[in-house]
């Protein structure tokens, strides 16, 4: 049964295509929404519309619920619509008249995107772990391979003399960035939007943001309820923009390792774990999980341009449309964290082959010290350029 | 096991990683891959390269596949990495010799290709009848209201005298375009990849694209077998451009519905099955179905965009990124399909308010008929203008 | 003075701002905007709206513009707006009361749409000629370099025995779908969008599509004239398909030519005059003109993905936002007709370096042959595989 | 004459392509390009690797190039490539060998970041102050409208009671948010490229980003040289989000503007001097400004993919495809800039119709505050919000 039920039967057509794929996403929400629920149940609870007894009843509901979705047994079915109906439904069951009480002052609206925010402050925390050992790993592999002569390229001709360890330690120190970024993403989310009803506030009741903030742990709220709907899909794709930045960084290395493990190249060798063969040439060993890293970054900007365009040219206040902005947020965060895993999985299942490095530094690499050395003696840069040059020519 | 099995094992992870989704999105290859495989073996034993009893024995093998597949009992493993494998595994499995000599003549590249364009040619088709019957309906609706009176508008402004029927007319002869532009993109899709293995032709026996053709229903074949890979992702791009268009009228129609039935605009009644309720909210009515369809357009199109950039900057010849267009069609057509079904359901549960049409038709709207009376009787245009814009300054 | 002057001053930002560069982008639409009023005019006095001697003064007052246009002299000002009111300004300098009956069963919004299809039809036109050229660039060194054996690659590894031929001929093969597309396209936007006025018709007057579509070249017209206005963006992301194919072609091509002319691979030579040099180091030849080439892509997709962003969530009927899909079209012709020219002289600028090719042919490409021999002599397939895998593991 | 300048000439065609519209476009970096090059002048006298008297003269030469500029009168010939081969042509025609000596310990790479972040840094600037003066323009508005009742919309229905000032102080509490990723793009951002040379460092001097970071107003600087070219599109699409996020809430501010215009919704009336006329239709005032307003957002997108697409899938290192990135960067900044000031423009130009939006407080509107009342006098909320349904069912 729907929240909002009116005794008329909905199509059952209709019906599957509004509910779409929620009903499967949502199973993501459920302690979140739960989290938010308890917090709700004891502010009304203090402001006493909630007996101690009615809080206590759906509290511990509310934990059971989180229990059963721990092991697998929280259902949620095609005609609850989402987590949030089944949750309700579950309450009324469990709790008769208290869990009728327990949607006063809140709408779907901020409720969903109360249990939306608290997923992605956890997800965001998670990526900040992994990307911060993405980031050491890195770090270690630069160092261990400092030493380890290999060409600098641009235009993808040989430029100038480098090493693995710079290659690798580009990497760790944009992985910096890539923190930084994700660190002010969790700061800008970070604002508490339950309270804000259906974007105009409760009515009433004296219940805000604030009501709810700190015992979710959200460091502050909305003031004006409206931006909370305004905040959608923009929050979102500030994620978005984080992730993809971790993902572009992938992209690169996952780049580098396909080519750097050419016959041509050759200056890495990818551990047998890490390839996968061919149905029909028996000699193939294939960077496959290189080239998959490569290809998610575009899946993940795909989901970006989806919740950036999606949500433009609407009128303020909720419209059903930022519903399915919540699939390519879940999307992304999936990708990003299979993928920093699979990038550290990779850099570990690497190993430069030092010959081959050798080998490339031919003699061109070291034109522009040539010049600078006649620099040294007195030549004017450019004429020194044009010297060398011309040995090369 | 999979095809390239080498006896090393895999990394757990990497084996996830690399598998991703494709074990579940497969299924819906499974009975394209049979046929392909059926007429692969047809003409390997047409060759002498397979026994009569040798195809007798595949192809009832594989026609039982895609009865357990159409009951629901066909299952691909996540070990088995996609549905390529676990056909060829039920094959050995249940044909001994003749499983292994299956994959004789072609690769996995060519095999997945195959199996996808069939299965995009029946979803083309299957759209294709769809937006024949979206056309077919708004051509009857607009002949249904051919006369009732509605303001026509630029720039959200009330413009000139036009009428519903005029309004919905527009979407049926604008479902002629998306007719040309899908039947173009199955035109172009329609040439046998098979023949081509990885890319490369098949060496020592003469197997071709010419050779399962015919068999496969497809109009012609790729010559160049390299030309095959760089196919892949132009030809889903061209789908996804035409189905784009389609989700395009859609989208400014569901546009339409939602401003029209709005309260101020009030042009436009839904039927009570087409709405749905509030959580807070008791009196709310809303066009959930309208604004899904709104939004659905920019799914699609940020399916497309991944398309476009994933398949970019990849030198010739198969590249893993590949894989990962594969979700984004299967996507867009399941998102193309339910979306013209319920935009053919919104069609038929509208109603038009002809007063509120009527009321709607302030005298601005004549100002035009007004100076091209002008202009009637001597006056030139531009001063005509004028002269009529003066009155409603 | 603008078409709509109503005696008030417009504030000089909001003149800039709404003005933005259509009076420089404009330039390339005045010949086009002029034979569209020349149909107009001989339409109008068809139907005795104008007088023989009245239309005369107009038709070679705009055949005036035309030259003036060619020669680099006629400009539109800022104050204009756009070149249909530079023009109509034009005219009523020079023809007096004709001039003020031009406008006469016209809008501005189907005047603009007429300019805009006959440039559209023109710059297909070319590209479609600069891609046949490309096709048979392509074609003829397919066969020049026919027997230059190259490896074939798969997941950029060494996979089978391929040729040079095999190679570009890929891309002469592909142009064939491109200039399908790229036809396609033309077809579809070859309908006279002028009688639909403003998106609603012409009153009073017995003026529509018809009246102009055969003196305009283009073959068929719109019957619905609210269509016209769907039509804008529709039609604009279709050539921006074709078009992007193309540039994806190229983007490969283009690709392909800066991996091979690595020192590491070196298949390619490029002739001094397509390479350019370093600012600091002097040895260096970069393959600037591909690099360049392999970025385009992505412009024109960005272009494209404007124009599919913009024009959605918008209610029927002209608004003011397709205005600003001009300048993406505009730009997807611009790059794409200077890139297939550039991607032309990279290919005449490139030689295949044989013995590089041939050296790369390494014992592992000829794996599947050997395999297929064992196959000949009665071994499954799957079991040759493996027997031959075994001795590259 | 280029830097690289190796004796051959280029072909005319190639070097129209690969020069673009750099010339063009670089005009707005020539001053940053002097600073960076004054900056670089005094390091590389301090370092007694040009003399003072040297270093004198290089100075002046850049102050004259940037006065010049000023006053309009620089110029950069296609023939140059760029600015800052202009800039040292200059400084070789009007200093001598000092002139030449300028390029040593830095490459074209770094000079053209260094100048793109010191742009980049100002024009960050520049935005932030302008969304200060609309915020502080919301928010007086949101003040001064604090009292006016409109009613609050989701899914375009009439929903709960709002006012005006809650709308627009919507606007007003985002731009905060919009200024906090303004700021964090602005101190990402704020790193010494300079010194990094080809992305490999500078050899035999000691010369790094360390050096002139200071002396260029850089609170710190790349430790990691690849890493310079490693932030290319990277920091750029960081920026690009943050515009695009003032962009959205344009996007929308305009939307409802749009919306609230219409005859039908009529909340909001505008000022003559902001709306446009039709040139066929007499009667018409546009809200043009509003409309291409909420255009903009997405032209603004569209560069952003653009920058996010085309700089994937290419190895470490300086490739040339990242010069196209500098358009886009361009494109957004003046998007940005001119659509805050309109819109800016737009909200100091629209008035509130307090009857128009009095009268749609139709009482539907109050059926939550109906049910809470229920729900005082102890009916549990789901049981008064089916008590209240009825009523409006």
Same mark, same amino acid.
Not at 107 to 134: F, T
Not at 288 to 303: N, P, Q, S
């Given at each position: ?234 929050? +979102? &794709? #500030?994620? @978005?923009?984080? /992730? ?5 960084? %992938? *992209?690169?290395? $996952? ?82 964290? +299979? &993928? #920093?895993? @699979?990038?550290? /999985? ?5 190993? %430069? *082959?030092?010959? $081959? ?37």
């Amino acid at each position: 049964m729907k929240l909002w039920d009116k005794g008329f039967e909905t199509d059952k057509n209709v019906e599957a295509f509004t509910v779409g794929k929620d009903y499967l996403l949502d199973m993501k929400l459920v302690p979140y929404d739960c989290k938010a629920s308890i917090a709700h149940a004891e502010a009304l609870c203090e402001k006493n519309l909630l007996s101690e007894s009615e809080k206590s009843s759906l509290v511990s509901a509310l934990k059971e619920i989180i229990a059963l979705h721990k092991e697998g047994k929280f259902r949620i079915n095609a005609s609850d619509e989402d987590c949030h109906t089944a949750i309700e439904n579950y309450l009324v069951k469990k709790c008769g008249d208290a869990g009728k009480k327990i949607h006063l002052g809140r709408s779907r609206n901020d409720q969903v995107m109360a249990a939306l925010r608290l997923y992605e402050k956890e997800e965001l925390s998670k990526i900040i772990k992994l990307v911060s050992l993405w980031k050491e790993t890195a770090k270690k592999k630069s160092s261990e391979w400092s030493s380890i002569e290999m060409p600098g390229y641009t235009h993808m001709q040989r430029a100038m003399p480098s090493t693995a360890g710079t290659w690798i330690g580009s990497f760790a120190e944009s992985a910096e960035d890539n923190l930084f970024l994700l660190n002010a993403a969790l700061k800008l989310i970070d604002k508490n939007p339950l309270g804000s009803a259906a974007g105009f506030g409760v009515p009433v009741f004296d219940i805000n943001g604030k009501t709810t903030a700190s015992k979710l742990g959200f460091s502050s709220w909305f003031k004006n309820p409206l931006q909370v709907q305004l905040s959608r899909g923009k929050y +979102e &794709s #500030v994620i @978005a923009e984080a /992730l993809s930045q971790v993902m572009f960084d %992938i *992209n690169k290395f $996952a780049t580098d390792v396909v080519l750097f493990s050419t016959k041509e190249f050759g200056f890495v060798n990818l551990c047998d774990k890490l390839t996968t063969g061919s149905s029909i040439m028996p000699q193939k060993k294939n960077p496959d999980v290189a080239e998959l890293l490569r290809a998610k970054y575009h899946a993940v900007i795909g989901e970006q341009f989806k919740i950036k365009s999606m949500t433009a040219n609407l009128m303020s206040g909720y419209n059903r449309d930022l519903q399915l902005t919540k699939e390519p947020v879940m999307n992304m965060f999936d990708a990003a964290s +299979e &993928s #920093v895993d @699979a990038a550290i /999985l990779l850099l570990n299942g690497i190993t %430069i *082959n030092e010959n $081959a490095c050798k080998q490339a530094m031919s003699p061109g690499i070291y034109a522009t010290e040539e010049a600078y050395k006649l620099v040294k003696n007195g030549v004017p840069f450019r004429d020194a350029y044009k010297i060398v040059a011309e040995k090369f020519s």
